[in-house]
């Protein structure tokens, strides 16, 4: 007896897949795009909300942890994985997304905790319960984020703009306190873009891709660019030609400034997903020996499939 196919996920269901499998250790970027191509049903502006719900959630994690505890009889340590994503991304809709209807977005989320917890019947009265407080609520929640400076200065910064406190410090050793500030609200405020790596010929891969979708030179780096409005990363012909890998260009800048020659040996510790390794690959024109190492072994696999696909030889992962 053949059995019945799956009814397919909606948006918000795929969008919980994603941010399920980043919060349990999966890189961003290979776990989203992995989730939306077993997705194919999706249509643009849905894949789009995915993307915005999974990367909005990460980028403001702290701020939608701080503001369901203000709320919650529950901690968000103390929660099931699945209840507290589902909360981060409705959250996230009812406080960062404002052209979403707010009680469309309790409702699914209320559908999505029933779906995943069909044993428990409470986990959906509570997921309601919170929301709907969080609704009612989130002017004064905001308001309280705001008298955390009062107390701590660095508890307030972290809460407001989801920066962990040690990266704080180190900002503001640099930066000094007021420009710590301004820099952190500026990376809240603007949504950053994928940046790619060039393997050969950046200006090459640029027409190429501009083809496909909108796309940028890097800042700083020749063989950085910027993507946006673009498919699937690995449905694109040079992605599958291993014309260039994701990466983020101040990254980029480390490899830059090692001074890499052709022929070096090279050891990149915690090298996974491999993109420094690439890179350098690129620099040493794919000549000398480059030991990519990592002590997990599916993220030595990872490695070794990005230069597998990059066709690198002198990267090598162990």
Same mark, same amino acid.
């Given at each position: 007896?053949?059995?019945?196919?799956?009814?397919?996920?909606?948006?918000?269901?795929?969008?919980?897949?994603?941010? &399920?499998?980043?919060?349990?250790?999966?890189?961003?970027?290979? %776990? $989203? #795009?992995?989730?939306? +191509?077993?997705?194919?049903? !999706?249509?643009?502006?849905?894949?789009?909300?995915?993307?915005?719900?999974?990367?909005?959630?990460?980028?403001?994690?702290?701020?939608?942890?701080?503001?369901?505890?203000?709320? &919650?009889?529950?901690?968000?340590?103390?929660?099931?994985?699945? %209840? $507290? #994503?589902?909360?981060? +991304?409705?959250?996230?809709? !009812?406080?960062?997304?404002?052209?979403?209807?707010?009680?469309?977005?309790?409702?699914?989320?209320?559908?999505?905790?029933?779906?995943?917890?069909?044993?428990?019947?409470?986990?959906?009265?509570?997921?309601?319960?919170?929301?709907?407080?969080?609704?009612?609520?989130?002017?004064?929640?905001?308001?309280?984020?705001?008298?955390?400076?009062?107390?701590?200065?660095?508890?307030?910064?972290?809460?407001?703009?989801?920066?962990?406190?040690?990266?704080?410090?180190?900002?503001?050793?640099?930066?000094?306190?007021?420009?710590?500030?301004?820099?952190?609200?500026?990376?809240?405020?603007?949504?950053?873009?994928?940046?790619?790596?060039?393997?050969?010929?950046?200006?090459?891969?640029?027409?190429?891709?501009?083809?496909?979708?909108?796309?940028?030179?890097?800042?700083?780096?020749?063989?950085?660019?910027?993507?946006?409005?673009?498919?699937?990363?690995?449905?694109?012909?040079?992605?599958?030609?291993?014309?260039?890998?994701?990466?983020?260009?101040?990254?980029?800048?480390?490899?830059?400034?090692?001074?890499?020659?052709?022929?070096?040996?090279?050891?990149?510790?915690?090298?996974?997903?491999?993109?420094?390794?690439?890179?350098?690959?690129?620099?040493?024109?794919?000549?000398?020996?480059?030991?990519?190492?990592?002590?997990?072994?599916?993220?030595?696999?990872?490695?070794?499939?990005?230069?597998?696909?990059?066709?690198?030889?002198?990267?090598?992962?162990?």
């Amino acid at each position: 007896m053949q059995a019945s196919p799956q009814p397919l996920k909606n948006e918000r269901a795929v969008a919980l897949e994603a941010l &399920s499998g980043v919060t349990s250790g999966g890189y961003n970027n290979i %776990v $989203l #795009n992995k989730v939306l +191509l077993s997705h194919p049903h !999706l249509s643009r502006g849905q894949r789009a909300f995915v993307t915005e719900c999974t990367n909005g959630a990460l980028r403001r994690l702290l701020t939608l942890d701080y503001i369901i505890n203000q709320v &919650s009889s529950t901690n968000t340590r103390s929660m099931e994985r699945a %209840v $507290l #994503n589902i909360l981060r +991304l409705a959250v996230y809709q !009812l406080a960062f997304m404002r052209d979403e209807a707010p009680h469309a977005v309790v409702s699914e989320a209320v559908a999505l905790a029933e779906a995943e917890s069909k044993e428990n019947t409470a986990i959906k009265g509570f997921v309601n319960a919170v929301l709907r407080n969080i609704q009612r609520t989130l002017p004064q929640i905001f308001e309280s984020i705001e008298k955390i400076k009062n107390d701590s200065r660095d508890a307030y910064l972290e809460v407001k703009y989801s920066c962990r406190r040690n990266v704080i410090e180190i900002l503001e050793r640099e930066l000094g306190a007021g420009e710590t500030e301004v820099f952190l609200a500026h990376i809240n405020k603007h949504r950053p873009s994928t940046t790619i790596c060039a393997k050969d010929d950046p200006q090459a891969l640029l027409e190429e891709l501009k083809k496909r979708g909108t796309v940028t030179p890097g800042r700083f780096f020749p063989r950085a660019m910027n993507i946006t409005k673009m498919p699937e990363m690995t449905t694109l012909t040079a992605f599958k030609r291993g014309m260039f890998h994701v990466m983020d260009e101040g990254a980029m800048l480390a490899v830059a400034a090692a001074g890499l020659k052709p022929g070096m040996k090279v050891l990149d510790l915690c090298a996974a997903p491999g993109g420094k390794a690439f890179l350098a690959a690129y620099e040493m024109n794919d000549e000398g020996h480059i030991d990519a190492r990592d002590i997990y072994l599916h993220k030595v696999d990872l490695i070794r499939d990005g230069a597998r696909r990059l066709k690198l030889s002198s990267a090598r992962a162990s």
